[in-house]
């Protein structure tokens, strides 16, 4: 099923990132590749967009901060905490470094895109 390949595919790549950060694709070449898989077969195209939105979905249940996840980390934390709530710059403090971490990583993953498609 597509949530098994989705889940596969993160657990390799983080289980053994070093060898499969370099397979890690942003916005521009995923993009590309969809254009690729429409021009070939446009039924594979719904196929590929549905890969691509459980891949989103998965990803964004990851306890990282910014993410959905990360807020459900949070609450689970302050469930530990018998229900006493971070304080507000602590929490902003967390999901801020997170969403720098997100954005300076898709900016990366833009640039390699970029120089991938000029080589």
């Known amino acids: 099923s ?17 060898n499969s950060s370099k397979d890690v694709s942003g916005p ?3 993009v590309a590749v969809g254009a690729e898989v429409a021009r070939s077969d446009a039924s594979g195209l719904y196929q590929f967009a549905a890969l691509v939105n459980v ?13 959905d996840g990360g807020y459900l980390a949070l609450i689970a934390v302050e469930a530990i905490r018998g ?8 929490e902003g403090a967390i999901m801020g470094s ?18 991938n498609f000029v080589k």
């Open 2 to 18: 597509l949530c098994k390949i989705v889940s596969t595919g993160l657990m390799q790549l983080f289980g053994n990132f070093q």
């Open 28 to 30: 521009l070449a995923i």
């Open 55 to 67: 891949n989103l979905g998965i990803v964004n249940l990851l306890p990282l901060p910014a993410l």
């Open 83 to 90: 229900g006493q709530k971070l304080e507000k710059n602590v």
């Open 98 to 115: 997170g969403l720098l971490i997100l954005m300076t990583s898709g900016v990366f993953l833009i640039f390699r895109d970029i120089f």
